[in-house]
C-alpha cells in the first residue's frame, strides 16, 4: 500500500515537471512571435497605421501630398520616412518602425 502512494507521488511529480516543462515550450514560442517578420501582406495594416491618417487610406493624399508612385523615388522613402520632411508635418519614423515595414508599406504602395 505504502509503496502504491509513492509511485502515485512520483507519477504527479512527473506530470507537474511534464507541465512545467511544457508551459516553458508555450512561453519560448510566444516570444518567438514577438519578432515577426513584416511580410507584404502586413503593408496595408501598417499603412493604415502610421500613414493613412495624413496621406489617405490609399496613399493618394488627404492633408499630405500623395504618395503613390511615381511621386517619389523608391529608394528615397527609407530617407523620408525615417528622417521625416523637417519643418513640415511628415514625421521621422526612425525607430518605430524598421526597414522590412518600410519595405512592406512601399509594396503596398508599389501594388496595382
Ligand atoms: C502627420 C501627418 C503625416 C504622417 C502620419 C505621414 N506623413 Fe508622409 N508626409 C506628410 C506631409 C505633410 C508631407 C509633405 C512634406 C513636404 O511638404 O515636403 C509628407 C511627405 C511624404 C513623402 C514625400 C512625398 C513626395 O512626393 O516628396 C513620403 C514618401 C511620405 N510622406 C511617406 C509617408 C509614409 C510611408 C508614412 C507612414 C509610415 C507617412 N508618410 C506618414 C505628412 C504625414
Same mark, same amino acid.
Given at each position: 500500500m505504502y509503496s502504491r502512494c509513492l509511485t502515485m507521488y512520483f507519477v504527479v511529480i512527473a506530470l507537474l515537471l511534464a507541465g512545467l516543462l511544457l508551459a516553458g515550450c508555450v512561453r519560448g514560442t510566444d516570444e518567438d512571435q514577438i519578432i515577426t517578420t513584416p511580410t507584404p501582406e502586413n503593408g496595408p495594416a501598417l499603412f493604415a497605421q $502610421?500613414?493613412? #491618417?495624413? $496621406? #489617405?487610406a490609399d496613399g493618394? #493624399? &488627404? @492633408? *499630405? =501630398? @500623395?504618395?503613390?508612385? =511615381? &511621386? %517619389?523615388e523608391r529608394q528615397d522613402l527609407f530617407l523620408i520616412v525615417a528622417n *521625416?520632411?523637417? *519643418?513640415? &508635418?511628415? =514625421?521621422? %519614423?526612425r525607430g518605430q518602425i524598421n526597414e522590412v515595414e518600410v519595405e512592406a508599406i512601399m509594396d503596398f504602395l508599389y501594388a496595382e
Open positions: $502610421h500613414c493613412a #491618417g495624413c $496621406h #489617405g493618394k #493624399g &488627404a @492633408s *499630405g =501630398p @500623395s504618395i503613390k508612385p =511615381p &511621386a %517619389f *521625416g520632411r523637417p *519643418g513640415t &508635418a511628415m =514625421p521621422a %519614423f
